[in-house]
């Protein structure tokens, strides 16, 4: 099947099929899976110009609302970190999508760019999972508690049922996890979410696969609560990202910027069932299995693409 925006011909089973895999394994962590797709939508279909970026954002937004409804109705979402990452990532993504069309047009620049999101993704799990037991003792109490409580009691919605917001200011957020209390601070939340959304505008991902490992990493969250906060940003920010991307097409005539709808809808049909699926079985998942899996295919791209740059493909 040929896709005319996109340049390429592919059968029209391996787009869900694809995405199925990857959203069903990064929906987990609170990644929609598109930092994955584009790879391999740029090496293995051959889908090199800026629209496969707009593309991407695409795929998130008919991908995501399955599994931010999971986290929902398992009682899973922090709704006042969700708004604050869309408050700042909002407008890095409109930033991001300008660098992207005006800067960043080369497949081989691109690629080498794309690396270095990648390693800066990979490395600051690693250096979490590195610190073992010398991390945020309150949030391995808190994961425990909630793995513990998922083995015993077995029910979705009743195991999920753990958030509890106590106070959402201009100055700190604090909500309470399985007898843990977190408290984050909103300026710096969004400082750093704006600037993940100027990366993930550039990249295509709307940010949530920087942002969730940042937030475990750094802020010491727990994962099975940042999941459904990281997902709901993204997918505010992809509307933004493909609303951008197909506004400014007819200003650059000469390159194709638009996102080829069938493709991400294709592409967004199967990350749909793969990250209802992954939300719905996170709970089952140790959390350091899911980060050491997200880290192997992170580094792995990043390496990959690396070396494609500096051989100048």
Same mark, same amino acid.
Request: aromatic fraction near 14%; include cysteine; charge should be positive.
């Given at each position: 099947?040929?896709?005319? $925006?996109?340049?390429? $011909?592919?059968?029209?089973?391996?787009?869900?099929? %694809?995405?199925?895999? *990857?959203?069903?394994?990064?929906? &987990?962590?609170?990644?929609?899976?598109?930092?994955?797709?584009? @790879?391999?939508?740029?090496?293995?279909?051959?889908?090199?110009?800026?629209? %496969?970026?707009?593309?991407?954002?695409?795929?998130?937004?008919?991908?995501?609302?399955?599994?931010?409804?999971?986290?929902?109705?398992?009682?899973?979402?922090?709704? @006042?970190?969700?708004?604050?990452?869309?408050?700042?990532? #909002? @407008?890095? %993504?409109?930033?991001?999508?300008?660098?992207?069309?005006?800067?960043?047009?080369?497949?081989?620049?691109?690629?080498?760019?794309?690396?270095?999101? &990648?390693?800066?993704?990979?490395?600051?799990?690693?250096? =979490?999972?590195?610190?073992?037991?010398?991390?945020?003792? =309150?949030?391995?109490?808190?994961?425990?508690?909630?793995?513990?409580?998922?083995?015993?009691?077995?029910?979705?919605?009743?195991?999920?049922?753990?958030?509890?917001?106590?106070?959402?200011?201009?100055?700190?957020?604090?909500?309470?996890?399985?007898?843990?209390?977190?408290?984050?601070?909103?300026?710096?939340?969004?400082?750093?979410?704006?600037?993940?959304? *100027?990366?993930?505008?550039?990249?295509?991902?709307?940010?949530?696969?920087?942002?969730?490992?940042?937030?475990?990493?750094?802020?010491?969250?727990?994962?099975? *609560?940042?999941?459904?906060?990281?997902?709901?940003?993204?997918?505010? $920010?992809? *509307?933004?990202?493909?609303?951008?991307?197909?506004?400014?097409?007819?200003?650059?005539?000469?390159?194709?910027?638009?996102? =080829?709808?069938? #493709?991400?809808?294709?592409?967004?049909?199967?990350?749909?069932?793969?990250?209802?699926?992954?939300?719905?079985?996170?709970?089952?998942?140790?959390?350091?299995?899911?980060?050491?899996?997200?880290?192997?295919?992170?580094?792995?791209?990043?390496?990959?693409?690396?070396?494609?740059?500096?051989?100048?493909?």
């Amino acid at each position: 099947m040929f896709f005319p $925006t996109a340049g390429i $011909t592919v059968d029209p089973w391996i787009p869900p099929l %694809v995405a199925f895999g *990857i959203s069903f394994f990064t929906s &987990m962590a609170g990644v929609s899976g598109a930092f994955l797709l584009l @790879p391999f939508q740029m090496s293995f279909l051959g889908f090199t110009s800026p629209s %496969v970026s707009a593309t991407n954002h695409l795929f998130n937004i008919v991908a995501i609302p399955s599994g931010v409804y999971r986290y929902l109705k398992e009682g899973r979402m922090v709704w @006042p970190l969700a708004w604050v990452v869309i408050l700042g990532t #909002l @407008p890095g %993504v409109i930033v991001g999508a300008v660098v992207r069309v005006a800067y960043l047009p080369d497949p081989a620049n691109f690629k080498g760019f794309a690396a270095l999101v &990648m390693l800066y993704i990979g490395g600051r799990m690693v250096w =979490d999972l590195a610190r073992g037991r010398n991390g945020r003792q =309150d949030r391995a109490a808190a994961e425990r508690r909630f793995q513990d409580l998922v083995r015993n009691r077995g029910d979705a919605c009743g195991a999920g049922a753990a958030v509890s917001v106590r106070r959402m200011n201009l100055r700190e957020i604090a909500f309470c996890f399985h007898g843990e209390e977190f408290v984050i601070h909103t300026p710096g939340i969004f400082a750093l979410s704006f600037g993940v959304g *100027i990366v993930g505008g550039i990249y295509g991902i709307g940010g949530g696969s920087i942002i969730a490992p940042f937030f475990v990493a750094v802020y010491g969250l727990p994962v099975y *609560i940042v999941a459904g906060a990281a997902l709901m940003g993204t997918f505010v $920010t992809s *509307i933004a990202g493909v609303v951008f991307f197909q506004a400014i097409a007819p200003i650059y005539p000469e390159m194709s910027v638009s996102p =080829d709808w069938l #493709l991400g809808i294709l592409f967004g049909l199967g990350g749909m069932a793969g990250m209802y699926f992954g939300a719905r079985c996170q709970k089952h998942v140790p959390a350091r299995v899911i980060k050491w899996m997200l880290v192997a295919i992170i580094l792995f791209t990043a390496f990959k693409y690396l070396r494609a740059f500096i051989a100048g493909l």
